[in-house]
């Protein structure tokens, strides 16, 4: 048995990566079996109008060519499945190689079955809690409103976990650089909406004494006993038009799909995706944020000395707004890459609205630094849609360097509010694995 296990080590450690991948997911439904939803990779829709000229942003160094030249879609693996329910990420070479990542590129997260809502003219959305006159809203009703697209990448808060997870074992879906994607978001702004049923803009507490909005999907969670997921936001948040909260039934121009929250979900640009809850089935304004599980026993940042016998989750907040980010996309560890020009692609994000001010990337392990070009397209619209700015969006970047031999190849973002990303992945290590937010590094081997 052990010979033929040393004639096949490659085999072993792929299977006992994806035993590790299981392992890791105790926190998640144990959902029902859904059928496959891993579609075979096709070309995105374009839009006709959609501008595709690169824009490149302030204080770009001059560099001869412009990241983000749209590869083609086709010719890329299709997205790595990561267990049930349904989760899974694009490839890294995908991710980058597009601006507005397309819907079968983006990553999908659950946690529970995904529902199924077919009846579109009966589907509504109820609005109850501390507020004077409880409602009922239809799709055609949330329609009826100005519609808004929102540029705006959505980030899982357990990305980059995996490397996380080499440092001490951590609880989650195992994903690597690609639970994050840039989407067009069409809908309403939820400020419309709430005033709407009778909570006037830029409201911070109802007569009643409402200061939180909360989100209550149709979904069923192991987490919540079998109940729905929900989260919620600061109702000045919900009712601020520029926070640009959206009640979303468009992605990038096309209806919703139901892996992404058919008929409609709320899409809060710049907080972490875990807020941005999908299938809505009621908005409740409450006094006191959602005491949901996935607000108060998940997704919070402890320090590394907490572990699961000392742990006490009431001492930290739900995280909302995510930290400054960024992954290199074109170069996966231990790539074999001949010697010469190199080039180093990827993405870069911050939360809060937090613009991506500069991006350093560096072949010597972090000794010295270039920095990288970035670019974002700007004003997309499809029809004649209201659009808002893309500060909520991601930049990519793009750096030529020249590489001789066998090294780490690092990028850090710096947000418009001067954040850095961190250094070390010891430092901010967490048990349940979130906001990995360290330097991004990748070993190279250089061959002839
Ligand atoms: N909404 C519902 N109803 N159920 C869920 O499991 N997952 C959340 C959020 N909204 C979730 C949800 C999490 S953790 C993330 S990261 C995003 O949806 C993922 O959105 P996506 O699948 O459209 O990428
Ligand atoms: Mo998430």
Known sequence: MASTISHFPAFYSALVFLLLLNALIPLDCAS??????????????????????????????????????EAPIQQQPASRKLGEPFNAEPP??????????????????????????????SYSVSFAGLIENPKQLFMKDIRALPKYLVTATLQCAGNRRTAMSKTRTVKGVGWDVSAIGNAVWGGAKLADVLELVGIPKLTGATKSGGKHVEFVSVDKCKEENGGPYKASIPLIQATNPEADVLLAYEMNGETLNRDHGYPLRVVVPGVIGARSVKWLDSINVIAEECQGFFMQKDYKMFPPSVNWDNIDWSTRRPQMDFPVQCAICSLEDVNAIKPGKVKITGYAASGGGRGIERVDVSVDGGKTWIEASRYQRTGIRYISEHTSSDKWAWVLFEAMADVQQNTEIVAKAVDSAANVQPEK??????LRGILNTSWHRVQVRVGH
Not at 99 to 112: A, I, L, S
Not at 425 to 430: K, L, R, S
Request: include cysteine; charge should be negative.
């Open 32 to 69: 029902a079996h859904q059928p496959s939803h891993v579609v075979p990779p096709k070309p995105p829709p374009r839009s006709a109008s959609a501008p595709d000229a690169r824009i490149p942003l302030m204080g770009t160094p001059p560099t001869p060519v412009l990241c983000g030249e």
């Open 92 to 121: 890294r070479s995908a991710l980058a190689s597009s601006y507005v990542t397309p819907v079968d590129f983006f990553y999908k997260r659950n946690h529970g079955p995904i529902p199924v809502i077919d009846d579109i003219h």
């Open 425 to 430: 992945v010891e430092d901010i290590w967490n």
